[in-house]
Structure formats: structure tokens, C-alpha cells
């Protein structure tokens, strides 16, 4: 089966730009998240989707990160204006449940703000 | 607030070498447990899980993790490393009852040959 999809890979912009990462889960799964990954730590979460509606969003933070699932299938999420310490790679994985269903990682985006 | 903690942040062992990675974990509710691993140049993916019953899981790869709940802890062991081990790993716990995971700050871990 074909994994999580993710675009681009890289990106460079400039501080204050804006800028927006696609995710495309495995057909069937239900549940979407975006992680950012900062080097040198582990992935955190931003955005929870089941289906179309957010469950979680407690972590994002919202006066630049916004993240939308219209048809509960793929996924986009932006940032404007971008801040230095936005550079991270953003990581989009989806599961076919909640709790306890194991969570399949796309290659991610690898953001760098100059 | 739920929370990991990995020991190591960088394991260096020849190969044939024992390996034991530690993982803290602080959370109230039901103990769930993963460990994710990422091999160079590819996606994060599941070793191994935790949710209940036999305390000693064995995942993929001849990994195996054991959960002490009286310590916190859920290290992860392999008893001979080989050179495509070489990976960083990542201990996991749920945030909440959504699903979504808190991980550590990972692990690096290079075998040489």
C-alpha cells in the first residue's frame, strides 16, 4: 500500500514569508497529524485531525500556524509569516484510529527560514 | 503533564555489541508505550509497543523492550547489534486520549562495522 505523501521535501524562504506543506495519508486512515521535529529533539505535535474536524490543536500556535483536512482526506498546513526558529522538518502521519493505532510517518518537510 | 526522557543522546558500539537504551516516562493515565525508529534517509517508523499484559514486547528486527512500571521506565535491548541498527530511536508516550504522542528527544545510535 502506498505510504504518506508529503510536498515538498525542502523549502527555503526568507523570515516573514508565508509558506504551506501538503500531506496525503494512506487511503482509508481516518487520522492526520502534523508534527514539527526541531533538530536535535523529537517530533511535537501541532494538529490532530479525525476525518474532517480538529482534535486536537492545543499546540499549535495559531496567530501564524493554520492546518485544514476540507474533505478529510489530505491535508495542508501553513505558516505566515515564517520565523527563524519555524526552520524544522514538519512531519505529517496518519493512523486508522486514535489511541493505541499505530501512527505511519510520511518523508516530511524540511523547512529552513533564512 | 505527561513526559519522556531518553538517557542517551548518542550510543557508539561495535558490532555483536549489547545495546540498552534507556526511556522515563511520567504519565497518569493507562501506560502506553512505543518506541519509533528512523534509519538514515528514511520515515520514522513503529519497533515496538507496549499496552498491556507480558511486560517484555518484542518488536521487529530481534528489538525487545521491557516496562517496569515501578521504575517508569521502558528500555529498549537487543542483544547484537549489527551495522544496519544504526538509526536514531525514538521512546513515545500518548498525550492524552487522542492518540497523539509525546516523544523523547531521541537517541542516535551508529554500529560500527
Known amino acids: 500500500e502506498a505510504g504518506v505523501a508529503q510536498s515538498p521535501r525542502y523549502k527555503i524562504i526568507e523570515k516573514r514569508q508565508s509558506v504551506a506543506f501538503w500531506c496525503n495519508p494512506i487511503?482509508?486512515?481516518?487520522?492526520l497529524y502534523w508534527y514539527q521535529q526541531i533538530l536535535g529533539q523529537g517530533p511535537k505535535l501541532l494538529i490532530q485531525f479525525q476525518n474532517n474536524g480538529v482534535v486536537d490543536d492545543s499546540q499549535l500556535p495559531k496567530d501564524r500556524f493554520s492546518a485544514e483536512r476540507l474533505k478529510g482526506v489530505d491535508s495542508t498546513l501553513k505558516i505566515q509569516p515564517a520565523k527563524l526558529e519555524d526552520s524544522a522538518v514538519y512531519l505529517c502521519?496518519?493512523?486508522?484510529?486514535?489511541?493505541?493505532?499505530?501512527?505511519?510517518f510520511g518523508p516530511g518537510t524540511r523547512l529552513t527560514v533564512t | 503533564a505527561q513526559s519522556v526522557s531518553q538517557h542517551n543522546h548518542h550510543v557508539i558500539l561495535s558490532e555483536a555489541a549489547s545495546l540498552e537504551l534507556g526511556c522515563n516516562y511520567s504519565?497518569?493515565?493507562?501506560?502506553?508505550l512505543f518506541w519509533y525508529v528512523q534509519y538514515p534517509g528514511q520515515h520514522l517508523q513503529l519497533l515496538l509497543k507496549y499496552f498491556s499484559g507480558d511486560p517484555l514486547v518484542k518488536g521487529i528486527k530481534g528489538f525487545e523492550a521491557e516496562f517496569i512500571k515501578s521504575k517508569f521506565s521502558f528500555n529498549l535491548r537487543k542483544p547484537s547489534v549489527q551495522w544496519s541498527d544504526t538509526a536514531e530511536y525514538f521512546c513515545a508516550v500518548p498525550r492524552g486520549s487522542q492518540g497523539n504522542l509525546i516523544f523523547g528527544k531521541g537517541t542516535k545510535l551508529s554500529v560500527k562495522p
Open positions: 502521519a496518519s493512523s486508522s484510529g486514535l489511541a493505541g493505532h499505530e501512527q505511519y
Open positions: 504519565y497518569g493515565g493507562t501506560v502506553n
Open positions: 487511503s482509508g486512515h481516518a487520522t
